[in-house]
């Protein structure tokens, strides 16, 4: 399996020789992105106060994402008739996908006979890098049924129900307490509770959805002619005036 950029590179190009496509990654930046961290940026400052999306480091990862669409070594999953990455992997369609931990519950429940292997992202030149997402509870303010309310949200995010989540739908537990045990019964899943060690997060500020799938529809433009740099300067552009208030 690749562990760089340059030796995902070379196996796709073996694999496409075969008449084989190499990879699947969806066309959005919660994919996309982890490109952007491999190589040392993302598309804002830690604190998210100010963009960075037309940062070098973000318009070369977008310019190597390209070049692996360009050359046919990574598609779309549109682009093989399926809706996501999972679904193009389970179906043979691609030899890769790059998806988070939620595909080892597709794969059990939609492709059970499919035997794979789950490996962290090749590194990039900043080193590696991959991208974390979670699901919160939310208790209403006006609630009069507060305190029942809390109690539910204690025991659904309790270790051991964290763990019985892993089993029934193929998602990592979101407590680290859960984790020696998580492993113990799926040590397959290493490298993503690996990865969790040093996984970005997503941009989280208020008001800019608009500007996210804006920029998101704009990136499925890479498969075709899309310029990455024109792409990114609108976004620049976009999430400053978002971020500035």
């Known amino acids: 399996m690749p562990t760089t950029w340059d030796q995902l590179v070379t196996v796709s190009k073996k694999l496409k020789a075969k008449h084989i496509i190499p990879l699947a990654t969806a066309d959005t930046r919660d994919r996309l992105g982890a490109f952007v961290v491999e190589n040392g940026g993302w598309w804002a400052n830690q604190d998210d106060t100010q963009a960075t999306a037309s940062s070098p480091q973000v318009l070369q990862a977008m310019q190597f994402v390209q070049s692996l669409l360009k050359q046919g070594l990574a598609v779309y999953p549109k682009q093989v008739d399926a809706g996501w990455g999972g679904e193009a992997f389970g179906k043979g369609k691609t030899a890769m996908a790059m998806e988070g931990n939620w595909i080892r519950g597709a794969m059990q429940s939609d492709y059970p ?21 979670t699901q919160c509870w939310g208790i209403s303010a006006k609630t009069k049924y507060k305190d029942q309310a809390i109690a539910f949200v204690k025991y659904m995010t309790a270790k051991d129900q964290q763990l019985s989540f892993a089993k029934a739908f193929g998602v990592m537990p979101s407590r680290a307490s859960a984790k020696d045990a998580y492993l113990q019964q799926f040590p397959d899943d290493a490298p993503f509770i690996d990865g969790a060690q040093y996984a970005h997060g997503p941009l989280n500020v208020a008001k800019v959805d608009a500007v996210l799938s804006d920029f998101d529809s704009q990136l499925a ?25």
Request: without cysteine; positive net charge; charged residues 10%.
């Open 221 to 245: 433009s890479l498969a075709t002619n899309g310029n990455p740099q024109a792409i990114l300067q609108k976004f620049q552009t976009n999430l400053s005036a978002a971020l500035s208030g």
């Open 113 to 133: 006979n499919i035997k794979y292997e789950v490996k962290p992202l090749p590194s990039g030149p900043a080193g590696p890098g991959t991208l974390s997402f």
